[in-house]
């Protein structure tokens, strides 16, 4: 093995472990979260149905917890490559262009959210501040969930991209397309 | 306009995630077009997420999954067979059977073509069925899984369409039914050509009670879920709720194959399955944005009003674009795509969003079971070892009960709203 074939083969197992552990720790948060709001909503049902009462703020609530799992599980599909996409005409593709192409929409996918998360800061620091007149926090504490989102998937992209430009180094050294 | 539809065209060609190319085709919409107003974006996107209705998503996804992963599907066949099993091309008949009922548990039309296959595909070969016909016969029996109420898709048009769930669910009832007898006959005339056999089904009282006893559980499932939403006793979330409830005490207590450690599991997927769809609502919210600023949907009102179409014939003209978008996108990109197109134009010419509804869930699920996407022939063709075309080839035949329906419930709009005007008002 040639020294780059051998130093792209380190970064990419660096940059999957990066990618490993922080994609675990968000499935731990989504399944977490989601249990959370299935339980929320089974209490709030039998309050209002055998008690005739309520929890104040608990659909709210429901409602942000959710929000948050869209967020951050839209970027743990980045990484796990598991967005609904139109792949009729890509699959006619070689290998190696198909390596091409998804480091192109990568790139497309990180710009967007680049701009997103520009753009949302502003967003939040200007409308972010008024607060839930429900549960009675500041709309930003819920609105940060576009950032937060924005930003991992921008990391998964780079690590995605990493990962496939290691393996066109691989697969060049070994004379494969 | 042009650049939105171009980029957003070419972006989905290139295998960009139909959520991403959405939001990619908007942005330079508005870098090109109105540059003002790029900062609105992410509330746009945001507003997308920010629904109530839509917590009934996963809580749908995960009550298919527990109700499955308990030990369903061969309970569910099992309690079939006694209806059916004896006459010709029973396993068969067992198959459209079973797919209808699962309709009513799960609302997905992909895990019932895996679950019902898993069982179902191999044992209708080792019968002598043609491998092709088996396959094709579970992929094209799978599409009632979304058509049949609770449909997870319907929950999406719902949200899409500010309609009631539990309308969309009875509006979608009759249709489902009906394409669920049209395959039964299909079945029941080749099987008499192609003499299929009979099965030898135990029909002694232990047996049926045994049968009855596991199978009723299952049955009771759709009532709860559709009945709580249609009396409007419960909302979607909350019916929802409660059905996953019942799924897991029914997957741990009386099928007993449901284990807590598997639940995590179950969670997990059915919240990452929610996002995917999710994220493609929030960043719809940017495109419906466009077309709104660009009166897209006054603009095809004028055209069906241009071309004097009727109320029918603008639907049958609809019903070809739906089926044409089903061969390359999948239903839930494709709800999003087309509802805010034609919704409003169809409406002007006096057609219910409910008869809509059901048309489209109708129309779309024939693209689960046609190339190059259709996700339940890709399901069957893993299961049964035979190629995409060969499957299909096995499907085709059935089909045409889907396109019967759908052809009736276009022309007559009574299938659609006699119930839900009748049951709800």
Redesign the interface.
């Known amino acids: 093995m040639t020294q780059s074939a051998h130093s792209s083969g380190t970064a990419k197992n660096l940059v999957w472990r990066l990618e490993t552990l922080v994609t675990r720790l968000l499935e731990g948060l989504l399944t977490a979260t989601f249990m959370a709001i299935f339980v929320l909503v089974v209490v709030l049902v039998v309050l209002r149905y055998v008690f005739n009462t309520t929890i104040v703020g608990g659909n709210e609530v429901t409602v942000m917890l959710f929000i948050f799992t869209t967020a951050l599980g839209a970027a743990v599909d980045v990484a796990r490559g598991k967005h609904i996409i139109v792949d009729t005409f890509v699959n006619l593709l070689s290998a190696g262009a198909r390596r091409w192409l998804d480091v192109v929409n990568l790139a497309i996918i990180g710009t967007l959210n680049a701009f997103l998360l520009n753009y949302s800061i502003d967003w939040i620091s200007a409308v972010g501040g008024s607060e839930n007149p429900v549960v009675h926090i500041p709309e930003g504490a819920v609105q940060v969930a576009m950032p937060i989102g924005c930003a991992l998937t921008i990391l998964f992209c780079a690590t995605r991209i990493v990962s496939l430009l290691a393996d066109k180094s691989a697969a060049a050294e070994q004379g494969q397309p | 306009m042009t650049l939105l539809i171009l980029s957003l065209l070419i972006?989905?060609?290139?295998?960009?995630?139909?959520?991403?190319s959405m939001?990619?085709s908007g942005?330079l919409y508005f870098l090109v077009h109105q540059p003002a107003l790029?900062?609105?974006?992410?509330?746009r996107?945001?507003a997308g997420?920010?629904?109530?209705v839509?917590?009934s998503l996963?809580?749908f996804i995960?009550m298919g999954h527990l109700m499955n992963h308990g030990g369903l599907t061969s309970r569910l066949i099992d309690f079939c067979m006694m209806f059916v099993g004896r006459l010709r091309g029973g396993l068969g008949m067992v198959s459209v059977m079973a797919s209808m009922i699962f309709g009513g548990i799960s609302g997905s039309s992909v895990s019932d073509a895996a679950s019902i296959g898993q069982v179902m595909i191999p044992a209708m070969r080792n019968k002598g069925y043609p491998p092709q016909m088996a396959a094709g016969l579970v992929a094209a029996s799978s599409t009632m899984g979304m058509i049949i109420p609770p449909s997870i898709p319907m929950v999406i048009y719902a949200f899409v369409a500010s309609e009631s769930v539990g309308k969309l669910f009875l509006g979608s009832l009759i249709a489902g039914t009906m394409v669920g007898v049209f395959m039964m006959m299909i079945t029941l005339f080749l099987a008499h050509k192609n003499n299929y056999p009979c099965e030898d089904v135990d029909l002694s009282l232990k047996e049926i009670k045994r049968c009855s006893l596991e199978g009723i559980p299952a049955l009771i499932m759709p009532l709860i879920v559709v009945g709580s939403v249609v009396s409007g006793?419960?909302t979607a979330?909350?019916s929802a709720?409660?059905g996953?409830?019942y799924a897991l005490l029914v997957g741990m207590f009386v099928y007993k194959g449901l284990k807590l450690r598997d639940?995590?599991g179950l969670?997990?997927d059915?919240?990452?399955s929610?996002?995917?769809?999710?994220?493609?609502i929030?960043f719809c919210g940017i495109f419906t944005w466009i077309l709104a600023l660009e009166h897209i949907t006054e603009a095809v009102g004028l055209l069906f009003a241009q071309m004097q179409f009727s109320s029918v014939v603008a639907l049958l003209v609809v019903d070809v674009i739906i089926l044409a978008i089903g061969f390359?996108?999948?239903v839930?990109?494709a709800i999003l795509l087309l509802t805010p197109i034609f919704l409003p134009a169809l409406k002007l010419l006096g057609v219910s969003p409910i008869q809509f509804g059901s048309v489209l869930i109708t129309g779309l699920a024939v693209g689960l079971v046609t190339p190059?996407?259709g996700m339940c022939l890709n399901v069957c063709s893993a299961i049964s070892g035979k190629s995409i075309i060969d499957v299909f080839r096995g499907a085709a035949p059935f089909l045409v009960a889907n396109l019967l329906v759908l052809l009736l419930i276009s022309v007559f709009p009574a299938l659609s709203t006699w119930l839900p005007s009748v049951l709800m008002g």
């Open positions: 972006l989905m060609v290139m295998g960009l995630p139909i959520a991403y939001g990619a942005l790029i900062s609105v974006l992410p509330a996107v945001f997420m920010d629904s109530s839509m917590i996963p809580l995960i006793i419960t979330t909350e709720a409660a996953t409830v639940l995590p969670f997990k059915a919240i990452l929610s996002a995917n769809v999710m994220i493609i929030a390359f996108v999948d839930s990109p190059p996407v």
